[in-house]
């Protein structure tokens, strides 16, 4: 068994682009992005290798990428193949590790050490996963290794992308060679923000804040954010050093705390009070089915929104405690739209949160001597499974199908994309 850990951050190129390109042969020698060709305005998902050399970014419009690649082909997003190729994938990890923790839709820890002498060296295991995620799905993948997550995922976002075999190990006596000349908007989780913080103090590269001693280092982050900050000034040292003791976890699991569903709208069209609570609404029962899918109830309530007139502008987060726990539709939509009464400043409003919070088990129902709370329960249950059988829009309230509401387009989207 080797003395350091064998970990693998496992990337699949462009992914949703190179899924697309996989299904559709006949684009293979084309520039392709994943985006809706029917909003000009709308950003670009992922653009694959031959859009990129075009100079087609992700988030950039759709506009500006047509504007750069005049032959771009432009492909609406299919998320629920995403995920089921996502799924598929991590099959083929486990067939060489059981400790898989996904990252991201698109990237996956492995921790191989176990492994090793069953399917050879970190590297020649790299290498058989990239031929059978690329016959299994048609993605290409570049594979990061290092004997910590931090170094695995370093290794890969800036020097496996650049390889010819799409592989790269980063191991510990490589960090002053290859980790610390590097920028320091390039270190793991330095977002621009911090870039600035770190720059204006002279930190221009990871070596920077490698090479400072600990209490030093901390005696800076505090003069640049307060005294709170030695937390955080401790994380970016280690990371900077490659440090990170954190495992590999094959799932990821922790108390639910809240159930919770939101909505960005176009001001514009939600100035009326009427449309305004048609979204609530269709907020409400969701959130309540996702309360019931996973068996919880709550007592308190939290309405978030935002709203403005294109000149003011006000945000509001409240909660209301109720006297039992629910996850009935009209026990909660009644207690939203009481916050929303209150709070609401009648500007044209742009964003919606609704959440349940404080949960407790729904196996305990709360009796009410003058409603069957309990028959309503198992309605909506038997609603839940209707949709869940024949789909969202087997059972709608007849609101959802006024022109404010958002449930009918909802109901062909994962997290806010097309299926």
Same mark, same amino acid.
């Given at each position: 068994?080797?003395?350091?850990?064998?970990?693998?951050?496992?990337?699949?190129?462009? !992914?949703?682009?190179?899924?697309?390109?996989?299904?559709?042969?006949?684009?293979?020698?084309?520039?392709?992005?994943?985006?809706?060709?029917?909003?000009?305005?709308?950003?670009?998902?992922?653009?694959?290798?031959?859009?990129?050399?075009?100079?087609?970014?992700?988030? $950039?419009?759709?506009?500006?990428?047509?504007?750069?690649?005049?032959?771009?082909?432009?492909?609406?997003?299919?998320?629920?193949?995403?995920?089921?190729? $996502?799924?598929?994938?991590?099959?083929?990890?486990?067939?060489?590790?059981?400790?898989?923790?996904?990252? $991201?839709?698109?990237?996956?820890?492995?921790?191989?050490?176990?492994?090793?002498?069953? !399917?050879?060296?970190?590297?020649?295991?790299?290498?058989?996963?990239?031929?059978?995620?690329?016959?299994?799905?048609?993605?290409?993948?570049?594979?990061?290794?290092?004997?910590?997550?931090?170094?695995?995922?370093?290794?890969?976002?800036?020097?496996?992308?650049?390889?010819?075999?799409?592989?790269?190990?980063?191991?510990?006596?490589?960090?002053?060679?290859?980790?610390?000349?590097?920028?320091?908007?390039?270190?793991?989780?330095?977002?621009?923000?911090?870039?600035?913080? !770190?720059?204006?103090?002279?930190?221009?590269?990871?070596?920077?804040?490698?090479?400072?001693?600990?209490?030093?280092?901390?005696?800076?982050?505090?003069?640049?954010?307060?005294?709170?900050? @030695?937390?955080?000034?401790?994380?970016?040292?280690?990371?900077?050093?490659?440090? @990170?003791?954190?495992?590999?976890?094959?799932?990821?699991?922790?108390?639910?705390? $809240?159930?919770?569903?939101?909505?960005?709208?176009?001001?514009?069209?939600?100035?009326?009070?009427?449309?305004?609570?048609?979204?609530?609404?269709?907020?409400?029962?969701?959130?309540?089915?996702?309360?019931?899918?996973?068996?919880?109830?709550?007592?308190?309530?939290?309405?978030?929104?935002?709203?403005?007139?294109?000149?003011?502008?006000?945000?509001?987060?409240?909660?209301?405690?109720?006297?039992?726990?629910?996850?009935?539709?009209?026990?909660?939509?009644?207690?939203?739209?009481?916050?929303?009464?209150?709070?609401?400043?009648?500007?044209?409003?742009?964003?919606?949160?609704?959440?349940?919070?404080?949960?407790?088990?729904?196996?305990?129902?709360?009796?009410?001597?003058?409603?069957?709370?309990?028959?309503?329960?198992?309605?909506?249950?038997?609603?839940?499974?209707?949709?869940?059988?024949?789909?969202?829009?087997?059972?709608?309230?007849?609101?959802?199908?006024?022109?404010?509401?958002?449930?009918?387009?909802?109901?062909?989207?994962?997290?806010?994309? !097309?299926?």
């Amino acid at each position: 068994m080797p003395s350091e850990r064998s970990i693998l951050l496992v990337d699949g190129q462009s !992914f949703y682009a190179s899924v697309e390109k996989a299904a559709h042969p006949e684009y293979r020698d084309k520039p392709v992005a994943v985006a809706d060709p029917e909003r000009r305005s709308g950003i670009i998902l992922a653009a694959c290798p031959l859009a990129k050399a075009q100079g087609v970014t992700t988030a $950039s419009r759709v506009f500006e990428a047509k504007a750069l690649c005049k032959d771009l082909v432009i492909i609406k997003p299919r998320m629920q193949r995403y995920i089921t190729y $996502s799924l598929l994938i991590t099959e083929i990890f486990e067939t060489f590790t059981p400790l898989v923790e996904p990252y $991201s839709i698109d990237e996956q820890f492995l921790d191989v050490t176990g492994s090793l002498g069953l !399917f050879g060296s970190a590297e020649e295991i790299a290498v058989q996963i990239q031929h059978k995620v690329k016959l299994a799905t048609g993605v290409w993948s570049r594979v990061g290794i290092g004997p910590t997550k931090v170094l695995a995922k370093t290794a890969t976002d800036n020097f496996a992308k650049k390889q010819p075999s799409g592989i790269y190990r980063l191991d510990h006596s490589d960090i002053e060679k290859d980790l610390w000349p590097l920028p320091v908007h390039k270190m793991f989780m330095v977002a621009s923000r911090m870039t600035r913080r !770190f720059t204006m103090w002279g930190l221009d590269t990871i070596g920077h804040i490698a090479r400072m001693e600990l209490p030093m280092f901390k005696k800076q982050m505090r003069r640049m954010m307060g005294k709170q900050s @030695d937390i955080q000034a401790e994380y970016y040292w280690q990371t900077a050093r490659g440090i @990170d003791p954190s495992p590999v976890v094959a799932s990821i699991s922790a108390p639910l705390k $809240s159930v919770s569903h939101g909505k960005t709208l176009r001001a514009s069209l939600y100035t009326r009070r009427e449309d305004i609570e048609v979204v609530l609404l269709e907020l409400c029962i969701e959130v309540c089915r996702r309360a019931r899918r996973l068996g919880v109830q709550g007592r308190v309530i939290s309405l978030g929104m935002g709203e403005t007139d294109g000149k003011r502008g006000n945000r509001f987060n409240r909660q209301l405690t109720l006297l039992h726990p629910t996850s009935l539709t009209h026990e909660l939509s009644a207690a939203v739209l009481r916050l929303f009464e209150e709070y609401w400043q009648g500007m044209p409003v742009t964003h919606i949160m609704i959440a349940l919070n404080q949960l407790s088990s729904d196996q305990v129902q709360q009796l009410d001597l003058f409603e069957d709370r309990y028959k309503t329960f198992e309605l909506e249950k038997t609603t839940d499974a209707i949709k869940d059988r024949f789909g969202d829009m087997a059972i709608m309230r007849a609101s959802s199908l006024l022109d404010a509401g958002v449930a009918r387009e909802r109901a062909g989207q994962i997290g806010g994309h !097309f299926k």
